[in-house]
């Protein structure tokens, strides 16, 4: 069996053992996102003139906040796959160490923003070049944007970056965990050269350990679209139950993400069990007895003695 097998049948007897702290913990961390959220985004909502001012300090808060909470989810989630005691406590343990981690985000971000200038340059390319893909005529005979085409591109573009910067920085949480004395730029290279040569192997058991979760968020995704212009109280309901069941199975999905990045830092760092994490198994309450042996090998023993 190989070691990447080992890993995999550790992330699922995890994941089945630890269902109930997995769902509490990513429903605390969304509330708790959301409620600080709202705050942080009350300037923008509520604010004036100087609105527009706020935007840049405003994204620089959730992304910092966004670091810290994730920080806390690896922390917790580490601590479920290597069989550790874990408490929904855990989940905030990014609040003790926030300028590090919020720094580590900002740093993963800017690189980030560097991998979406890379992949604009193409696409800046193929407008210039075919210029009638992304420019459609109106009912009034008037050159518009083709709206969707550029949505869907742009989507695709964060989404390649941000799946380029996960790749290259996916260990930075456990690794600042591990080596809380390395500070936020050598844990960032650290965790770069970690996973050098080995990025393309982790998105492939990324997607093996959360496919499922992933394909039943897109089709539940898909099922919400089609009923998005359908009328009906009926078709109101399955449109909301779609988008719901899309967004339990995309959670779910991350949370095998960060289950299955876990034992693949515990594999390249040569920290990798051979058995699945079991469950916490309470501590007795009183000691055992002794053995009391019995009378024929009391009595061999007396006469020894004798």
């Not at 001012?53 to 994730?70: H, K, N, R, T």
């Not at 992304?134 to 550029?150: H, K, R, S, Y």
């Not at 959670?251 to 993400?257: D, Q, S, V, W």
């Amino acid at each position: 069996m190989s070691e990447l097998h080992t890993v995999y049948r550790n992330v699922r007897q995890c994941f089945r053992t630890q269902m109930g702290k997995i769902c509490a913990s990513l429903f605390v961390m969304i509330v708790c996102l959301s409620a600080v959220s709202s705050v942080i985004l009350s300037p923008l909502v509520f604010g004036s003139g100087s609105g527009a001012m706020l935007v840049l300090p405003v994204l620089i808060a959730e992304i910092c906040l966004s670091g810290i909470f994730l920080y806390g989810l690896f922390f917790l989630f580490s601590r479920l796959y290597r069989g550790e005691r874990a408490i929904l406590g855990n989940l905030f343990a990014g609040f003790r160490v926030w300028p590090q981690a919020a720094g580590a985000t900002l740093m993963m971000y800017v690189t980030m923003f560097a991998w979406l200038c890379v992949f604009s340059v193409p696409v800046s390319l193929a407008i210039m070049r075919w210029p009638s893909l992304f420019v459609i005529q109106t009912e009034n005979g008037e050159p518009a944007l083709n709206m969707d085409l550029a949505l869907l591109v742009s989507a695709g573009l964060v989404a390649a970056s941000y799946v380029c910067m996960s790749l290259r920085y996916a260990f930075v949480y456990l690794y600042m965990q591990a080596h809380a004395e390395v500070s936020v730029f050598a844990s960032l290279r650290k965790a770069a050269e970690l996973l050098r040569g080995f990025r393309l192997k982790l998105l492939l058991f990324c997607l093996r350990c959360c496919g499922m979760w992933l394909a039943l968020a897109a089709v539940c995704a898909a099922a919400a679209a089609f009923l998005s212009d359908a009328s009906g109280a009926a078709n109101t309901v399955l449109r909301y139950a779609a988008s719901s069941c899309m967004s339990v199975s995309a959670y779910l999905g991350a949370a095998n993400i960060v289950l299955a990045v876990t034992g693949f830092y515990d594999w390249r760092t040569g920290t990798l069990s051979s058995e699945p994490p079991a469950a916490e198994q309470p501590a007795p309450l009183l000691p055992p007895a002794p053995e009391t042996p019995a009378p024929e090998e009391r009595g061999a023993q007396e006469r020894a003695d004798g």
